[in-house]
């Protein structure tokens, strides 16, 4: 099974930028979907990002649309968010999930999640 560890969280300064890291460790499959996710301030968990490892195709929430940027180093299992213009409202926990579907941002095609990575924007 593949193990997940978020990393990159911590105090931001709005209109700056923070990078966060997942690194995946474990067994692996093709045709990975790796997705971001975060659990803001009184919203339900929505999706931030996801990367595509078959034709690495990605996709972003509304909210974060030209903001954020997802990225990977496939040879190091490792994904990356890049959070720039960063705003008070994108203060929560961020976490790194896959699945061995194609997906986008549905929660549900989702079975392998990480700890999470606490990220806060000061106002």
């Known amino acids: 099974q593949v193990q997940l560890v978020e990393s990159g969280g911590g105090l931001g300064e709005p209109g700056g930028s923070l990078t966060l890291s997942c690194q995946g460790s474990g067994k692996t499959y093709p045709f990975y979907t790796i997705g971001w996710f975060r659990h803001t301030a009184g919203k339900d968990r929505e999706g931030v990002a996801s990367?595509?490892?078959?034709?690495?195709?990605?996709y972003y929430g509304d909210s974060v649309k030209g903001r954020f940027s997802i990225s990977r180093d496939a040879a190091n299992h490792m994904v990356y968010l890049q959070m720039n213009g960063v705003k008070p409202e994108d203060t929560g926990v961020y976490y790194c999930a896959t699945t061995i579907m194609y997906g986008g941002l549905q929660l549900s095609v989702y079975d392998t999640w990480g700890q999470g990575t606490q990220v806060t924007v000061s106002s």
């Open positions: 990367i595509n490892t078959s034709d690495e195709s990605t």
